[in-house]
């Protein structure tokens, strides 16, 4: 079985635009969310993270700018063979903004001709699409893992990004899931989640000597299941998400007590919380 590395990553969020801008930001204890008041967005304040660089004389949209510009940071170190990786897009609702905007029949305001218009500015012979709501980030991991691992592909790179719009934050307000304050995730008195705006990429290799780059981390095991419960609500028992994390730890031959950190969905809404809170002691 070929080994999967990690060789190269970005975030550009509301606390940066390179990784080790938003390592120092967090670690000198700075939050990327803030009282956001805009009409265009919402008739009411809510509090979100967002990327307030403004973008002028580009013919990008916003996620695709900020999506871009991960993506140009992670490759530009490395000499990769186009011909030989896999360009993945891993988002839930992309361009969806083109509605508000009055362009809703714009041709890219479909994920697929995104993630083409997106490969095509690199020059990424191959793309794919992951839209699968919130574990599009991992699952898109997962992927480009298994096409590494089968031979079709010696590299990646995967690119997820999401950005606020009405249409979306009006779906979490209809829900009455949005915190009218900063989220408390896994906090007894939590009262919803913030929404926010980012792009991040990476790129996995199995020939990371081929790339000019240095092998940094290995991906060794993944797992997704599904737990058909609701198409907005989660399973009350936990037992799903449970099974996905025993799946990611027996390939990657581990033991509980190898685990030293976990990074939760902790969405900060009632069910979704006490959900993963289930599921980290029954995979425990």
Known sequence: MKKVWLVSDCVVSPLGSTTPENYRNLHSGISGINLVDDPQLSPVQFYGGRISQAITHSPLTKFEYISARAIQQVIEQLTIPLDKCLFILSTTKGNIGFIEEGHPDHPRIHLHATAYFLAKRFGFAHHLVVSNAC??????????????????????????????????????????????????????????????????????????????????????GGGLSNDANHISGPSRTGEEL??????????????????DFISAHGTATLYNDEMESRAFTLAG
């Not at 898109?140 to 979306?168: M, Q, T």
């Not at 989640?193 to 290799?205: D, F, K, M, S």
């Open 135 to 220: 574990i599009s980030g991992v699952l898109s991991l997962i992927v480009a893992k298994r096409w590494i691992e089968s031979g079709k592909y010696d590299h990646a790179v995967v690119v997820g990004a999401e950005v606020l719009s009405r249409f979306v934050i009006s779906g979490f307000q209809s829900l009455q899931a949005l915190s009218p304050e900063q989220c408390r995730p896994f906090d007894a008195a939590r009262k919803g989640i913030n929404l926010g705006e980012c792009a991040a990429a990476i790129v996995l290799t199995s020939r990371p000597d081929e790339l000019g780059a240095r092998a940094r981390l290995r991906v060794t």
């Open 242 to 259: 449970a099974f996905a994390i025993r799946q990611a730890m027996e390939e990657a031959s581990l033991e509980t007590t190898d685990i």
